[in-house]
């Protein structure tokens, strides 16, 4: 079931605007004995999300009073809340689309995070490329189809996450997660200001750094890169980071970096 605009129930108008055209934003939280993690940064998050795309504005407080609700005692899970431009509209246009429609849901904690996390994990390329678009890049907006597709073929391999470019040929993330790795004390990151997710735990990872030893910057280069690190890993608000052993024929070894980062991204 879900919490849909404050009511238990799993259905939703055929005529949303999420139904119709994907239109809205969405963010995944961990939830930790019955506490959202990092509340407050999920829900910046939405409403970077409703003023890029133009939505109308939810009742925020009322919003984190049902994200509490759902939350509320349980020791371990993941909770999505999703906001769409809501019912209405006609065609591709706003008009009449004045109540946005709040989403929320629990599910199972991923069990093989952890693992993730002790053995370090395996990218594969993929074959599908992130379309370049400035307007909605960073945000977490509905439109996954390219996720999907990179999925799909992610679990035609035997790789834990994928690797994924830009259509330009850059290096953006990965399937749900974004992409570190580390040259010496250099750390690098993708820009995600054409295409991508700017997660929040990318975000944290970064101001981190900020006052370390590390040098941390947002680059565009090639997977041709990755074949000079030292180190890689990847992070997302649920897991929260995990090291990378192995993309194609390149095994990394250290977690120097990951070491640093794990008790800071908790």
């Not at 024929?249 to 070491?259: G, H, I, Q």
Request: proline fraction near 5%; include cysteine; aromatic fraction near 8%.
């Amino acid at each position: 079931m879900f919490l849909i605009n404050g009511t238990w129930q799993d259905s939703l108008p055929a005529n949303d605007r999420a139904v119709q055209f994907g239109d809205g934003c969405f963010t995944t939280a961990r939830v930790v004995n019955g506490n959202i993690q990092i509340p407050e940064a999920h829900l910046e998050r939405l409403r970077q999300g409703c003023q890029r795309l133009a939505m109308p504005q939810p009742d925020w407080d009322r919003l984190a009073e049902e994200m509490a609700k759902v939350a509320n005692a349980k020791p371990l899970a993941v909770l999505k809340v999703i906001l769409t431009r809501g019912a209405g509209g006609r065609g591709y246009s706003m008009a009449g689309c004045r109540e946005p429609s709040r989403i929320i849901s629990l599910s199972a904690f991923p069990e093989f995070y952890s693992q993730w996390q002790r053995e370090g994990i395996e990218l594969a390329l993929s074959p599908v490329r992130l379309g370049r678009n400035p307007a909605l890049a960073g945000i977490k907006h509905l439109n996954r189809l390219e996720q999907v597709l990179i999925r799909a073929h992610l679990e035609q391999t035997t790789a834990h996450e994928a690797l994924v470019l830009d259509s330009e040929g850059w290096l953006t993330e990965c399937c749900a997660a974004n992409l570190f790795w580390r040259k010496g004390n250099q750390v690098f990151t993708p820009y995600v200001d054409q295409a991508g997710v700017n997660g929040l735990m990318r975000q944290r990872i970064l101001q981190r750094l900020q006052a370390s030893r590390w040098h941390a910057q947002e680059v565009r280069e090639t997977v041709d890169t990755l074949n000079d690190a030292d180190e890689l890993l990847i992070c997302n608000a649920l897991l929260p980071i995990a090291p990378v052993r192995k993309v194609a024929e390149k095994t990394y070894a250290s977690r120097e970096l990951y070491e640093f980062l794990a008790p800071h991204c908790e």
